[in-house]
Every structure is written in C-alpha cells, then in structure tokens.
C-alpha cells in the first residue's frame, strides 16, 4: 500500500518542468559524457566512464521517482480564502520568544525547507494544518522536546 502523495499545483508544475530537463538535456550530456569517456579506452579501470554511468544510473532513478510521483499525486486545490491553514497555506507564526517565522505547507515530495517549504506530514506542519488566526500550537520535536507556535497570519 502506498501512502498518498500530496502536491499542489505550483509543485506538480515544477516536477513536471525537472522531468523534461531531466529526460531531454540532461540524458543527452549523460550519454555524451559516457561516448566521451568510452573513447579514453579500457572501461574496466576508467573512472571518467564509472562516473558518467553512475550518473546516468541516478539520472535514471530520478526520472522514474518524478513519473511515480506525478502518476500517483493528488493535486491538492489551494483555496482562495480560507480561515484555516491547509496544504499550500502560507503561514506566518510566532515562536515563544517573539521571533517570526513564515512557512509554506506542502506535500512530502515539494520539501525546500531552506525556503520554508515544510511537509504536512512533518511536526509542524501536521500540527498547523486546520489552525486559525491567533490559534496556539504545540509540536513535540523528534528529540521529545515542545516548541509553542501561535498562528499570526494564514494567506495563500
């Protein structure tokens, strides 16, 4: 059994753009790195041609993570206005110290936490999800310890 897949739209454009790159430009420089590294002679102790087919074994990989991915998502509708955080809410939120922090919600395969795209299965996100403006919540991290987070603005 599979666990569902969430993606919004902006997510499922941006798999659906790497996916062409991937199976277009990047293939074909693969393909040109192994030609290249074939020519250098014996492949059995060259490491340009183990490089480029470990490359293009994870080139490979990948391509058919993003069809999964894409073949078995749900797009999920960001709703224009809505009271409550959801998947594709962005959500500004108040730690305990009084330090701002803004997070987008969206599915497991469009994580960028360094651009505070947090999953809506992750401790925080789960416990976001169906807040309201000024709503406080608490999230137990994975080392047992709480983080209080008071929702201060919800947009899309």
Same mark, same amino acid.
């Given at each position: 059994?599979?666990?569902e897949i969430i993606l919004t739209q902006e997510g499922r454009e941006k798999l659906e753009a790497e996916l062409l790159f991937l199976e277009t430009d990047r293939r074909a420089e693969v393909g040109e790195r192994i030609r290249t590294a074939r020519e250098? *002679?014996?492949?059995?102790?060259?490491s340009e041609y183990d490089d480029a087919k470990n490359e293009q074994a994870w080139l490979e990989s990948r391509i058919?993570?993003?069809?999964?991915?894409?073949?078995?998502?749900?797009?999920?509708?960001?709703p224009k206005r809505s009271n409550k955080v959801?998947? $594709?809410?962005?959500?500004?939120?108040?730690?305990?110290?009084g330090t701002e922090r803004v997070f987008?919600?969206?599915g497991?395969?469009?994580?960028?936490?360094?651009?505070? /795209?947090i999953s809506n299965e992750s401790p925080?996100? $789960?416990a976001l999800l169906g807040?309201?403006?000024?709503?406080?919540?608490?999230?137990? *991290?994975?080392? *047992?310890?709480?983080?209080?987070?008071?929702?201060?603005?919800?947009? /899309?």
């Amino acid at each position: 059994m599979h666990k569902e897949i969430i993606l919004t739209q902006e997510g499922r454009e941006k798999l659906e753009a790497e996916l062409l790159f991937l199976e277009t430009d990047r293939r074909a420089e693969v393909g040109e790195r192994i030609r290249t590294a074939r020519e250098f *002679g014996d492949i059995s102790e060259n490491s340009e041609y183990d490089d480029a087919k470990n490359e293009q074994a994870w080139l490979e990989s990948r391509i058919a993570e993003i069809s999964q991915i894409l073949a078995n998502a749900t797009i999920v509708d960001v709703p224009k206005r809505s009271n409550k955080v959801s998947v $594709g809410s962005v959500v500004t939120v108040q730690t305990a110290d009084g330090t701002e922090r803004v997070f987008t919600i969206v599915g497991a395969a469009e994580v960028d936490v360094a651009a505070g /795209r947090i999953s809506n299965e992750s401790p925080v996100g $789960g416990a976001l999800l169906g807040a309201k403006k000024g709503d406080t919540v608490l999230v137990e *991290g994975p080392t *047992g310890k709480q983080s209080e987070y008071t929702v201060i603005k919800i947009s /899309r």
